[in-house]
């Protein structure tokens, strides 16, 4: 951070009782941690109770915004008086969406923000798609104060039930929210009232009427179910999360939960279903995660529109995780104590400190860089959003002038909304122009990248083949031919040694081993050296010459003969290193099933070759002329499991560990095979 960082404006609502108010605040509180210059605009066009105490922090306006608000009551705030704060500024927007699918009708508040702030990843693939501005996760601060000195006598809960807690706002939707299902899911737990007590704390219940009277009928036969609606002091609320023994949430969906991470903070168990923005901080380790069933809305329900996905939460595996934090209260408090320590590592305020530290003092550069790239489609954006200089809220000479306006403004309402949608798709339109065209430059250069890469590899493949110097009519230099073209082509012996080192910790635990087409015998040295027990097997006189010079154990033969000699489960392991591309189709099989009958149980093979997905590979495959046939790693994996090996993989043992990558950038591959562990 610089030492002169510049500050920010923060827009929210900063005295409504919701969610979105109490992010707005834990904003506040990260960029006081984090000693960055702020001042705070208080909006408050909201059905909330404005009564939450807040000191606002006046100043100088900074030329960046945070501005906190969703995105119908983003673009109602710069109607209202928010215009001259956003204009000409960078503003990053605090969004929550709570579904799969970010609306089109709300696709328009996206020119009023330069880049987009979720507290979830979920609500991150939600609005990403819709836009080529940022959109990034920050770590929302769960903080929980000292609980208050209040008991269950003061807040009306018996002492010994034990009590399971919901909190959820009747203008979130009632489907979303799903009381409905916690109600038939305790129900179902606890056919008999007694064991347990729902309590159901609920906000705005009178503003949806026959919301609340459909959950008050299902809580109506249920003298354990309690269901309380209004707004209530802070106090009150935390001593109710403080002192409930379970918090249950079975959403459909969530932009994050906060009510959920907050009594997990308070380390409490946490049931709630095992989708959406939740699982920020959710794991099956930290808390009861409910199993569910994808659902696709048929129609429209609240802002959520037709076609978005959502969860229906199994509520027979809820009543059973609900029966089981009663009968085992050791689990449920191991839970809870992990589910603390999780909201205090993920959601903590030094996370949010260290994101708005970071952040922040990169906005009014970033401000500077659009102002420098303005495009046709910012600009058409940017009128869209705040209109042209003279507004329909400009001032009018005297009352007439003023009453006329207003009349005027509603008479052509109708004509003005239907050129606001003109607008509006016209600049999208253009946008989305921009967006093609940026991706089309975007993929022309991965495509001359790709060019380039494919020239580097012909160029590669016109190379002159690696080989050792070597003099026509000089002295034959090994003891055969092709112990001669093995010492030109395959490279000194100090260079097959360093490629093969990577096995010898493979084989370690595997002794015996027998190396077929043990060649010159690199493999065999550094496995002695190791202290591994090896033999080798060759046909060529040459290369059995000169393992014996090396003082190896190596037998001139037929290695498939020798194998087929050896007795059942005698070895550990069987290796072959660039020998099964010499074999034909029958030879490939023989060996197979000779090593698969001579491993003991759980031994292995290791069968080194060509990868014919390489295209440097195929030059390097056919200098040899005794090849076959080159094998590609699928087949040689499925030849291994037909005849009867447990296991098979393919590894790259020279590779970057990148299977993708190495698949066809690599010029040899490996099988690794395991035989059955019993037989």
Known sequence: MSEQAQGVNVVGFFRAEFGQGEAAR??????ERAGLPFTTVTYDRVPHRQEHPFAERDGEAYPSNIVCLNPEHLVQFSLDSGRDLLRNRYSAGLWFWETSRFPAQFRHALD???EVWVASDFVREAVAPETSKPVLTFPLPVLVPEPPELTRADLGLPEDPFVFLFVFDFFSTLARKNPLGLIEAFTRAFPDPGRAL???KSINGSRAPSDLARVQDAAAARPDIVLSDGYVDVDRLTALTALCDCYVSLHRSEGFGLTIAEAMAFGKPAIATAY??????????????????PATLDEAVGPYPAGTVWA??????????MRHVVDDPDDARRVGALGKAAVEDRQSLERATEFLGDRVPQLDRLRLERDAHETAGSRAAEFLAFGPSLSWEASSRGFIGRAYRRVLQRLLRPYTMRQRELETQLVHGIEDLERSRDSLDSRLRSLDETVGD???????MRRELYAEPYVAGAPTPAPSPYAAFEAVFRGPEERVRELLEPYVELLREHAPVLDLGCGRGELLELLAEAAIEATGVDADAGMAARCSEKGLRVEQANAIDYLERQAEGSLGAVTAIHVFEHLGFEG????LAAARRTLRPGGILVAETINPHSLAAFKTFWVDPTHHAPLFPEVLKALALIHGFEHAEIRYPRGSGDDALDRTEQNEYALVATSPART
Do not use: H, K
């Open 26 to 31: 834990r904003v506040v509180a990260g960029l």
């Open 112 to 114: 009023y923000v330069d």
């Open 198 to 200: 729902l309590y159901l």
């Open 276 to 293: 959406s923005g939740n699982l920020a901080f959710m794991d099956e380790e930290s808390s009861y995660l409910v199993p569910y069933t």
């Open 312 to 321: 229906d939460p199994d509520l027979d595996e809820a009543a059973g995780l």
């Open 454 to 460: 494919v020239q580097r590899e012909i160029e590669a």
């Open 588 to 591: 490939l099989g023989r060996t």
